[in-house]
Nanobody, 115 residues
Framework: QVQLVESGGGLVQPGGSLRLSCAAS????????MGWYRQAPGKQRELVAG???????NVPASVKGRFAISVDNAKNTVYLQMNNLNAEDTAVYYC?????????WGQGTQVTVSS
């Protein structure tokens, strides 16, 4: 079991950047994989970045080059760096951890891109 707490969301102008943080209640080394998902109103939740083995990452083509995931093992924290944001990036962003067959989710943090 793990608790996940996201932070760093907010309102940003188009073209701006944000860094989201996800603090885990246990060592990242003990977690099979972690990722960031987002869900916009009326849309399905989608993966925007994943990391496993502390170094192997998966970033979908839709956000590749703008989004990057990283880990600070000493702080048990996963980050999502988002650059060149646009209105289509507006969504609630969720942190996810996979431990064995189980998925754990944070409470979500709102990201709004608007001028």
């Amino acid at each position: 079991q793990v608790q996940l707490v996201e932070s760093g969301g907010g309102l940003v102008q188009p073209g701006g950047s944000l860094r989201l943080s996800c603090a885990a209640s246990r060592s990242i080394f003990s977690i099979n994989a972690m990722g960031w998902y987002r869900q916009a109103p009326g849309k399905q939740r989608e993966l925007v970045a994943g990391i496993f083995g502390s170094s192997s990452t998966n970033v979908p083509a839709s956000v590749k080059g703008r989004f990057a995931i990283s880990v600070d093992n000493a702080k048990n924290t996963v980050y999502l760096q988002m650059n060149n944001l646009n209105a289509e990036d507006t969504a609630v962003y969720y942190c996810n951890a996979k431990i064995g067959p189980y998925d754990y989710w944070g409470q979500g943090t709102q990201v709004t891109v608007s001028s």
